[in-house]
C-alpha cells in the first residue's frame, strides 16, 4: 500500500500495452513541431515528412524481411486486422467465400468475421489443444477449393501461445490461399520473416513494443489482392486515404529499431523474469494452475488459474497493494464472460473465470516478482480463508 501511495506501482500488463520508450518520444517529438508539413505537398518543409515516412517505412521492411512498398500504414492493430479481412474477403469473392480462423484469436479477427458472416462468408474457427496451440491437421482438413484466406495469429495475448506460423504459412502457399497473421503480441518481441514463413498480411501495433498509441502497420505481400480501406486521397498508394500521422508513424519506427537492436538478449532477459515468476507463484500459492504451454510462449507472458477464486478479485485486491495485471484481455476486463481462450483450451468457465495475466517487461526486477508472488499468496489465502466456514 505505501508503495502505491509513493506512486510507484508494479506494472505487469505489458499485453494491454507499454510504456512509449523516452528515445521513441524523443524521434516524434520534431515532428510535432518543427516539421509539421503534410508530406503530400512540394515545398521543403513537406518533403521532410515524406522524408521521415520513407525511412520508416525502410526500418519496419527491414525488420520483416518485406519490400518498402508492402508496408501500410494504418491507426493500430485492430484497423490492420479488420482491413487484411474486410479487403481479402472483397477482393477474392470470384474465387470463394470460405476463411478460416481460429477460436482464439483476438476480438478484432474474431468480431470482423462475425461480421463478414452476415456479409455472406463461410468462416472455419480451428480448436486449439489444452495448451492453446492450433491443429495443423484440422487446419488441412478445413480447406476447401473456395477458401481465400486463412488467419491465425502469430501469439496469443492471453496465454502468450505461440502458433506454428511458419507450418501454417506453407499450409497455406502449398494450396494457394492467402495467409494473414494477427502478430500484434509478437512483432517487436520475436524474429519474424514474412517470406520465409510464407505470410501475405501481417498486423501489427506500435504500442504493444513501447511506441505510441494509435499507430500501426498492415504487412500486404505482392501476391495479395486487396481492396483499399479509406477512400479519399492518394496516401498509402491510394489504399489507405488521408493524411499520414507522421509522428506517431516515426515512433512507430523508432520502436520497431530498438526493439530489433537486439531482439535476443531482451527475450532471453524477459524468458528469465517470467520463468522466475512462474516458479515463484507455484511454490507460493497452492492450487494454481499455469495456463498456455510451458515454454513455446511468448517472453514476457504468464498466465494462472487459481481454483475457486474470481480473477476479477485478485486484480481489484492487487490494484490496491500497487501492482497491475489484468483478467485476461483488455478487452474483455469488466466483463463477466469468461475468456473464449480460456475456453476454447478446453477450461472450465470457473477455471477460466478464476485467471490472471501477467505480462512483464525487461524493466521489471526480480525484487518486483518476488513482491508480486508474496502479495499473490497473501491474497489467496485470506479470500480462500473467507470462504471456508469449517
Ligand atoms: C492489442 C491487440 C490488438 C489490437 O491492437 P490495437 O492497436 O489496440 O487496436 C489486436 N490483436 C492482438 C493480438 C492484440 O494483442
Not at 480447406?143 to 477458401?147: A, F, G, K, N, V
Not at 502469430?154 to 496465454?159: G, L
Given at each position: 500500500m505505501d508503495r502505491k501511495d509513493n506512486g510507484e506501482m508494479i506494472y505487469l500488463d505489458n499485453a494491454a500495452t507499454t510504456r512509449t520508450a523516452p528515445e521513441v518520444v524523443e524521434a516524434m517529438l520534431p515532428y510535432f513541431?518543427?516539421?509539421?508539413?503534410?508530406?503530400?505537398?512540394?515545398y521543403g518543409l513537406g518533403s521532410e515528412s515524406k522524408k521521415a515516412l520513407l525511412g520508416a517505412r525502410e526500418t519496419i521492411a527491414g525488420t520483416l524481411g518485406a519490400e518498402t512498398n508492402e508496408i501500410y500504414f494504418t491507426a493500430g492493430g485492430s484497423e490492420s486486422d479488420n482491413w487484411a479481412l474486410k479487403a481479402v474477403f472483397e477482393a477474392w469473392q470470384d474465387k470463394g467465400r470460405h476463411i478460416i480462423t481460429s477460436k482464439i484469436e483476438h476480438h478484432a479477427v474474431l468480431h470482423t468475421c462475425e461480421y463478414l458472416e452476415k456479409m455472406g462468408a463461410q468462416i472455419t474457427y480451428l480448436d486449439v489443444d489444452a495448451e492453446g496451440i492450433v491443429d495443423l491437421l484440422q487446419l488441412e482438413r478445413a480447406?476447401?477449393?473456395?477458401?481465400v484466406l486463412i488467419s491465425v495469429m502469430?501469439?496469443?495475448?492471453?496465454?502468450g501461445t505461440i502458433q506454428p506460423v511458419k507450418e501454417i504459412g506453407a499450409i497455406a502457399a502449398a494450396h494457394g490461399i492467402l495467409f494473414h497473421t494477427d502478430a500484434v503480441q509478437a512483432y517487436g518481441h520475436l524474429l519474424i520473416d514474412v517470406k520465409e514463413c510464407h505470410i501475405d498480411l501481417l498486423s501489427a501495433s506500435a504500442h504493444k513494443f513501447n511506441g505510441p498509441k494509435g499507430v500501426g502497420f498492415l504487412y500486404i505481400g505482392q501476391k495479395a489482392r486487396i481492396r483499399p480501406l479509406i477512400h479519399g486521397g492518394q496516401q498509402e498508394r491510394g489504399r489507405r486515404a488521408g493524411t499520414e500521422n507522421v509522428p506517431g508513424i516515426v515512433g512507430m519506427a523508432a520502436a520497431a529499431k530498438r526493439a530489433y537492436e537486439n531482439p535476443e538478449e531482451r527475450a532471453k532477459k524477459e524468458r528469465l523474469l517470467r520463468d522466475y515468476l512462474i516458479g515463484r507463484i507455484e511454490e507460493l500459492v497452492p492450487d494454481v494452475t499455469l495456463n498456455g504451454h510451458r515454454t513455446r510462449r511468448l517472453p514476457n507472458n504468464v498466465n494462472f488459474s487459481f481454483a475457486g477464486m474470481e480473477g476479477e478479485t485478485i486484480l481489484i485486491m492487487l490494484d490496491m497493494a500497487g501492482i497491475c495485471a489484468s483478467a485476461g484481455s483488455a478487452c474483455t476486463s469488466g466483463a463477466t464472460d469468461p475468456s473464449h481462450v480460456l475456453l476454447a483450451m478446453g477450461l472450465s468457465k470457473e477455471q477460466a473465470r478464476g485467471s490472471v495475466r501477467f505480462s512483464l517487461s525487461e524493466e521489471n526486477t526480480i525484487a518486483e516478482l518476488d513482491l508480486v508472488a508474496e502479495e499473490l499468496a497473501r491474497i489467496v489465502e485470506r479470500v480462500r480463508g473467507l470462504m471456508k466456514i469449517c
Open positions: 513541431t518543427e516539421y509539421y508539413g503534410n508530406a503530400g505537398s512540394i480447406i476447401r477449393p473456395d477458401t502469430a501469439a496469443n495475448n492471453e496465454v
